[in-house]
């Protein structure tokens, strides 16, 4: 389509601010974004629709517009709902690019445009396909009847015969079109695609799985309700939705391609709409913790509880129970990736995905999720309804019972593990469920100590419960690493000297006794010694060491430098 037939729709709420001369140049496709740079994204011809959100001075607009011109896009339409008129710099800059420029009026939703050049781009490039694109339209009707993505994935499967599904970077099944995918299929699908997308590959990434092949094209949110942008991609990696087709894109026409990705585009409008009630939660959320962690009365976090619960359970007849679980994303800057990312919006967009069971289908499902976040943690509040409290680790991941960290981590570790890649880690932990305003305290402070705990184990994504933290153990994670090594040194270096002297296994000797409750014969039996030979070896350790391991005292000091060791 030409430029110039986009002012021919009123509908579309374009004002022409520049560019006359240029009107006949071709539109190919059609981008949202306030990226200060979203060069990564364009491949040339796109009507690039921006709500200004990059622009913080004037100075701003002349390298913004040289990077649109660079890239060959067809025209520029700003955005009036954020700054009223268009700044003068920009239309100043675009006109000495000779980039076609456009004023959006606010009454007019990117969506509304986004459509209707997705629609007519692909019905003029793909006659064959123009009867789906048309019917697109039923996407973005609001209202119960709307049907949402499902019904772009029921066109393509009885139009096109393509089977897909938009999974979450989880795995999970947002919508579907047909059977569902298979849940270790659809893990195993986004584990592929986060892979490929922290590698900088282009989508859509083509794997074969599961005797088929399929072809994993990203869906972006960058409209005007997502968070915002950036140009490192582990800022959105964990949280953007994905296409799964089950078939082979490397042997289709550019005209097919163009088709998908139109589509990738209207789900993403899709999702922007959807994300748009988050708001309200996260402030919920907010809210509940300032008052949690400035010390408030119970009575006035109560009385925010009360106000919370009928937003996340609606329908919800009693005050339910509460948990909370603390997520952090840490990043390895020492990775080459360039400046720090802010980890706690990360975090929280994640969180706000992972809590919901996998085992649930749809996006309405995380409405129940309440996630704030505070530095580089996120901090999600789950109502559960109102029952027995949870005492078993038997449950799934979000049940009547409450989330479970096992069966969280299960859920979750495969697949993000490959979108956190080589340079990145996610730790979750999760409190016992609360039943008043009185426990959420204790209960932010338990999911803060079980995260540490995960924070303490080996792996990209670990996970720990409140059940762990009865247990000595508990202790030795926040132990300061300079004090870990100074104790364990003075207590097993001349052990560890002795044994690479003699080769007199002193330390397995010591681990041994200790397992063995210091019972001499229980011990000789299990190295395979004889008691006299034992008792030698004890002794040696007591003389090495000066330290006698018939105390208690001693015994224990012993056994916490083994662990920390």
Known sequence: MRLRALLENDALGLRLLGGEDELDRTVRGVMTTDLKDPSRYLSGGELVLTGLAWRADPSDAEPFVRILASAGVAALAAGEAELGDIPDD??????????????????????????????????????????????????????????????????????????????????????????????????????????????????????????????????????????????????????????????????????????????????????????????????????????????????????????????????????????????????????????????????????????????????????????????????????????????????????????????????????????????????LGVSAAVHSAEGLRGALEEARHARRVAAARPGRVCAAGHHELASHVLLLPFVPDDVRRAFTARLLDPLRDYDRRHRAELIPTLEAFLDCDGSWTRCATRLHLHVNTLRYRVGRIEQLTGRDLSRLEDKLDFFLALRMS
């Open 90 to 427: 920009l239309v100043e800059a675009c006109s000495r690019h000779r980039l076609p420029l456009f004023a959006v009026n606010e009454s007019v939703a990117f969506a509304t445009i986004t459509e209707h050049v997705v629609r007519q781009v692909s019905g003029e490039r793909a006659g064959d396909l123009a009867a789906v694109v048309d019917r697109h339209r039923r996407l973005m009707t609001s209202g119960p009847a709307g049907g949402g993505p499902e019904v772009v994935l029921d066109l393509l499967g009885s139009d096109l015969d393509l089977r897909a599904w938009v999974l979450s970077p989880t795995g999970r099944q947002i919508a579907g079109a047909g059977e569902p995918l298979e849940a270790g299929l659809a893990a195993t699908l986004a584990g592929e695609h986060l892979a490929a997308t922290r590698t900088g590959r282009r989508g859509p990434h083509r794997l074969s799985a599961a005797g088929a092949t399929y072809s994993l094209f990203p869906i972006r949110n960058t409209g005007r309700g997502a968070a915002p942008a950036s140009r490192d991609v582990r800022e959105t990696v964990l949280s953007d939705w994905l296409l799964a087709v089950e078939a082979d894109a490397g042997d289709w026409p550019a005209a097919r391609l163009d088709l998908l990705q139109g589509v990738t585009q209207l789900i993403a409008v899709e999702r922007d709409r959807r994300d748009a009630a988050r708001t309200v939660r996260r402030r919920l959320a907010q809210e509940v913790l300032e008052l949690v962690q400035t010390g408030a009365a119970p009575a006035e976090i109560a009385a925010r509880l009360r106000v919370a619960a009928p937003v996340l359970l609606p329908g919800l007849g009693t005050a339910p129970h509460w948990q909370v679980v603390v997520a952090r994303v840490e990043w390895d800057q020492d990775a080459g990736q360039g400046s720090a990312v802010d980890s706690g919006p990360v975090a929280q967009a994640l969180l706000e995905e992972i809590l919901v069971d996998p085992a649930t289908v749809g996006a309405e499902s995380a409405d129940r999720i309440a996630v704030a976040h505070s530095g580089d943690e996120a901090i999600a509040l789950v109502p559960l309804a109102a029952g027995p409290l949870p005492d078993s680790e038997d449950e799934g991941p979000a049940t009547a019972l409450g989330l479970h960290a096992d069966a969280l981590l299960a859920a979750v570790r495969a697949p993000l593990s490959a979108g956190l890649a080589d340079d990145g880690r996610l730790t």
